[in-house]
């Protein structure tokens, strides 16, 4: 029989499906020490994580955990293989922007001119994985939010497979990654604007069976900043909030990582998205500012009910 | 001309061209040396006090060819549920 749980971690929610209902106490016990591990290596609102010492340090090699060092060089892979469309070098236009400290914490009308710094570039990031040390030139701020997030998802999943009976669904704030067997007829999953809705909320209803789902949207993590109407998928090249072209873009892949890469990539690059998700072969889909559906590769159709 | 000569001729332009090919080999033969074998440093190099950081491998240009952003190996399916996880904006 299946369990679930829900609770909030790292600024978003966690959510467990297991297909056996004995396994979820040790299966929320392998998420939980996932997230508080990838919290304190790469949350930049704690004075003490990892990622928070690498960007008060520039110029420094700083030694890293091995965590740490997988998420900069999956941060720095989802730069490369979206050419710069996802970029870990965010972190101070983010911060400038004023997104500079968890979301909950942030008021929703701020004062003050919003600044806009175009990331430095991930190619200015550099890695020695023999010292286990990372160290950012004088300017350049890490961010690695969406992609350590779904690192955590992934690692958790895998784990889970590994050391219990039965299969695993990792939900955090959206990002899903299967572990093991899924049930007869896949894990049921709601793609819709924002992760926080029932799953009745306007969206379409499908099931996975293996590897990871990501949706990115602007509909979601929205502040004001003066006149300034702001979200939190920023535009490397220009640092600004991503223009929006489509308003929530959901990606099945091979992993979480890959997922939440595509869809986050997908938002940024607007309409050329399509196409781009299309030569990937990436099921996908997504929702324009109006509200009209487009579907690519292998995403399915709406049910018949 | 006689057939002394001619032999003579021949010999001497064989002669020629094993020199010329001989040059050649020494010095293909040193460029291969030159790039198989570890370069005897200098001091003036090692005392770059800080070397170009090692960039890792983060896999090929090709993006359809590279497996990080690979689809999963099953599609999704619809599905009529009436429970399950939600995925959206976070």
Known sequence: MSASARWRAIGTTAELFVTDAAELPGARRILERELAAIDLACSRFRDDSEIARVNASPGCWVEVSDLFLEAALTGLRAAKLTKGSVDPTVGRALRVAGYDRDFAELPALRTGRVKFAPAPGWRLVQIDPARGAVRVPRGVELDLGATAKALAADRAALACSRSLRGGVLVNLGGDLAVGGPAPAGGWAVRVTDDHESGFDAPGQTISISSGGLATSSVTVRRWRRGSDELHHIVDPASGRPAESFWRTVSVAAANCVAANVASTAAIVRGGPALFWLNSLRLPARLVGVDGRVARVSDWPAEALT | ?90
Not at chain 2, 11 to 37: D, E, H, P, Q
Not at chain 2, 67 to 89: F, H, I, K, N, R
């Open chain 2, 1 to 90: 001309m006689s057939a002394r000569e001619a032999a003579l001729r021949r010999a001497a332009r064989v002669k020629r061209w094993v020199a010329g090919g001989a040059v050649a080999l020494t010095g293909v033969f040193s460029a291969v040396a030159a790039n198989a074998l570890p370069a005897n440093h200098s001091s003036k190099a090692k005392t770059i006090p800080s070397a170009p950081a090692p960039v890792p491998d983060l896999g090929g240009e090709q993006q359809q060819q590279d497996p990080g952003l690979a689809p999963p190996a099953a599609p999704p399916e619809a599905s009529s549920a009436g429970g399950g996880a939600v995925s959206g904006g976070s």
